[in-house]
């Protein structure tokens, strides 16, 4: 039992998170922010939808060949987290890993290829099977293929 009664979801350390995260991962070339609890961690840059501006936001990945895989968890809320909002109205994104960076297009896993994506993301990250216990949302996996 954790700290929050939930059976299975173990607390992550906050203390590296968000713009901070971001920018010493940058700052680095991933030296710093790469690894993020024990797990890998990309930077997606989205196009805000209404800002059109570039949003960068640090991710927990896994890999299915070439593919990159994040989940569009929000830790189990209610919506959608801003960043996948921002990359289904415009999938073309910028992604970073380590000292690469490239571009990339996004798409929601359809239901067929789902089960099989979201047990690599569970291998990494467990808590992704609390987070659906947390919401009535379905929670998107997303498939990012680099174009470069």
Excluded: C
Excluded at 28 to 44: A, I, K, R, S
Excluded at 54 to 83: H, M, N
Excluded at 115 to 136: F, S
């Amino acid at each position: 039992m954790s700290s929050t009664g939930e059976p299975g979801y173990t607390a992550p350390n906050l203390t590296l998170f968000g713009e901070e995260h971001v920018r010493r991962y940058r700052e680095t070339d991933g030296e710093v922010g790469y690894l993020w609890n024990g797990v890998p961690v990309l930077l997606l840059t989205t196009t805000g939808r209404r800002s059109g501006q570039p949003r960068t936001t640090p991710l927990i990945f896994g890999r299915d060949g070439d593919d990159y895989l994040v989940i569009a968890s929000k830790g189990g809320a209610p919506e959608d987290p801003q960043w996948y909002r921002n990359l289904t109205a415009d999938p073309n994104v910028e992604l970073q890993v380590k000292a690469d960076v490239f571009a990339a297009s996004a798409r929601t896993a359809g239901p067929e290829e789902k089960p099989r994506l979201w047990e690599i993301m569970v291998d990494q990250w467990p808590n992704y099977d609390v987070y659906t216990t947390r919401t009535d949302r379905v929670i998107p996996l997303v498939v990012l293929t680099p174009t470069h």
